[in-house]
Nanobody, 122 residues
Framework: VQLVESGGGLVQAGGSLTLSCVGS????????MGWYRQAPGKQRELVAT???????NYADFVKGRFTISRDNAGNTVYLQMNNLSPEDTAVYYC?????????????????WGLGTQVTVSS
C-alpha cells in the first residue's frame, strides 16, 4: 500500500488550500482514511477522518474551516482547508487504516504517506 499526498504549499492567512491523497495497492473497500498534522516541536495530531461510508470526524480546532471528502473508486481523500491561520502550519500526513481477517486473527493495519508541507504566513 502506498499513499501519496499533494497540494501543500505557502498561503497567506485567511487563504485556502486543498490537499489530496491517492492510495494504491491492496486497500480493502472498507477502510478509514484521514489527515493528521505535525508542527515543529509538537506531536502528530488528528485533523479529520472519513470512513468508506462517508462518515466524517473532525478535530475541534478545524470544525467549520476544513472539510474532508473521499472518492472511494480511486482511494482518494481530500482536505479542503479554508480560513487558514499561521497555527495551521505543519506537515500534513495522509493515513489509511483497515482490518484484514485471517483464519487465526484480525489484523489491524495502517499506512502513512510521507506528508506535504503547509505553511501559512501572517
Amino acid at each position: 500500500v502506498q499513499l501519496v499526498e499533494s497540494g501543500g504549499g505557502l498561503v497567506q492567512a485567511g487563504g485556502s488550500l486543498t490537499l489530496s491523497c491517492v492510495g494504491s495497492g491492496k486497500i480493502p473497500s472498507d477502510n478509514i482514511m484521514g489527515w493528521y498534522r505535525q508542527a515543529p516541536g509538537k506531536q502528530r495530531e488528528l485533523v479529520a477522518t472519513i470512513t468508506s461510508g462517508n462518515s466524517a470526524n473532525y478535530a475541534d480546532f478545524v470544525k467549520g474551516r476544513f472539510t474532508i471528502s473521499r472518492d472511494n473508486a480511486g482511494n482518494t481523500v481530500y482536505l479542503q482547508m479554508n480560513n487558514l491561520s499561521p497555527e495551521d502550519t505543519a506537515v500534513y500526513y495522509c493515513r489509511v487504516a483497515f482490518t484484514i481477517a485471517t483464519i487465526e486473527r484480525l489484523n489491524d493495519l495502517e499506512y502513512w504517506g510521507l506528508g506535504t508541507q503547509v505553511t501559512v504566513s501572517s
